[in-house]
């Protein structure tokens, strides 16, 4: 299985070949479901739809064999049943065959087309929950990228010192720090000795977190997304002071990272940014409303379509649940709304969401009440 980065998912978006198959179905990690093989049971369903589907298209029953062969295979697969999360997304066609097993409860559905349907992992991928956590201590550096649905572990130590002796030395107790920490159950650190570090080994933490910064930096130049911290009061203001990385943020995770698990850390994190990441959903939502006056924002469907393929839009805001089927005519660049799924018609829904962020546009998906324009599926807020 791949990972499900943003590099993957533009890889698969630039995908064009006929018998193009796309397959989401909802799983579980645990439970009577996992134990009555309800899972196994759905995608067998629709891997018999998409049979069906595919002789439609006038293939022979040995070339349908070929194409879903790999699917059909990860059924009797057992160890991958049991390591299921909240959804599964799988890409298919005569040439490719992947799956992704994601942390994102999708709606059941399958897909055939010259490309594939990609608009359920967007809220994966999203930037709205986006960020990176530095979870830091003498002891110990540990870098997380941060998505809505998961915390992932980030590799770094080619980068990164692991700790402070790698910096300073291995005697540098015995020669600067006159103080020894131990921990509450809070994990706060508490001080002993002389009540706080000395000045001397103020410098050397801070000679220790230029270390951290370098590598961080090397990993986050072209980056722009938050950045926290999770460390131990005292230490805060010693790796401000020696950070570079402009996106920082100011609030940080009290507490001795080394006694928190990822999943904590995740939850807290996700807290801490809510109003950071909502403040920018609101303020695109408020952009949008302002530029009506000015045509730099639209909500008429086959106008917003059209100007994702163009390039145009800045943030898109897509109707949770919606679809739109049609066809876009490339001879005169417009959009054909059409009642449904038949024939050459392809979701434009689809076409317009994949297309924004291929153009490095933002998109989200939005409960019917949250959309600036409620009456419309599509809403736009334009670049030009």
């Known amino acids: ?43 067998k369903n629709k891997i018999k739809a998409v049979r069906e589907e595919l002789r439609t298209y006038k293939l022979k029953d040995h070339e349908i064999d070929k194409i879903l062969r790999p699917a059909e295979k990860i059924l009797e697969d057992t160890g991958f049943w ?13 040439e490719l065959f ?53 915390l992932k572990h980030l590799v770094l130590d080619e980068l990164l010192p692991a700790r402070l002796e790698e910096v300073v030395g291995f005697d540098y107790q015995q020669k600067n720090l006159q103080f020894r920490t131990g921990h509450t159950d809070s994990g706060q650190a508490m001080f002993h000795g002389h009540g706080a570090p000395s000045e001397q080994a103020k410098k050397e933490i801070f000679k220790f977190f230029r270390g951290v910064n370098q590598g961080m930096m090397q990993f986050l130049y072209d980056k722009n997304h938050p950045l926290i911290l999770a460390a131990v009061d005292y230490l805060v203001p010693i790796y401000k002071e020696a950070n570079d990385y402009k996106y920082l943020y100011d609030e940080f995770l009290p507490g001795n990272p080394e006694y928190e698990k990822p999943h904590q850390l995740h939850q807290k994190a996700k807290a801490l940014l809510k109003d950071h990441f909502d403040g920018k959903r609101r303020e695109k939502i408020g952009a949008f409303e302002e530029a009506l006056a000015i045509k730099r924002s639209s909500f008429r469907e086959e106008e917003v379509i059209v100007a994702a393929i163009n390039g145009r839009i800045d943030t898109l805001f897509i109707r949770k649940g919606a ?45 019917p009440d949250e959309m600036p324009e409620p009456s419309a599926r599509l809403n736009a807020l334009l670049r030009f």
């Open 98 to 150: 992947e799956y992704y097993t994601l942390p994102v409860g999708f709606e059941p559905r399958t897909y055939i087309s010259d490309h594939f349907y990609l608009e359920p992992l967007i809220p994966y991928l999203n930037d709205n929950g986006h960020f990176y956590l530095l979870a830091l201590s003498l002891k110990d550096v540990r870098v997380y990228e941060g998505f809505p649905h998961e």
């Open 323 to 367: 679809e739109i089927w049609g066809i876009y005519e490339s001879e005169t660049n417009q959009a054909v709304v059409r009642e449904k799924q038949e024939g050459q018609n392809v979701s434009l829904v689809n076409m317009a969401a994949v297309n924004t962020i291929l153009n490095s546009g933002t998109v989200y998906i939005l409960e």
């Open 1 to 43: 299985m791949k990972h499900l980065s943003a590099e993957r998912f533009h890889k698969l978006a630039n995908i064009r070949q006929a018998h193009c198959i796309s397959i989401f179905i909802p799983t579980h990690r645990a439970g009577m479901e996992v134990n009555e093989l309800v899972d196994q049971k759905h995608l």
């Open 82 to 94: 049991s390591s299921q999360m909240e959804g599964l997304a799988i890409f298919i066609n005569p």
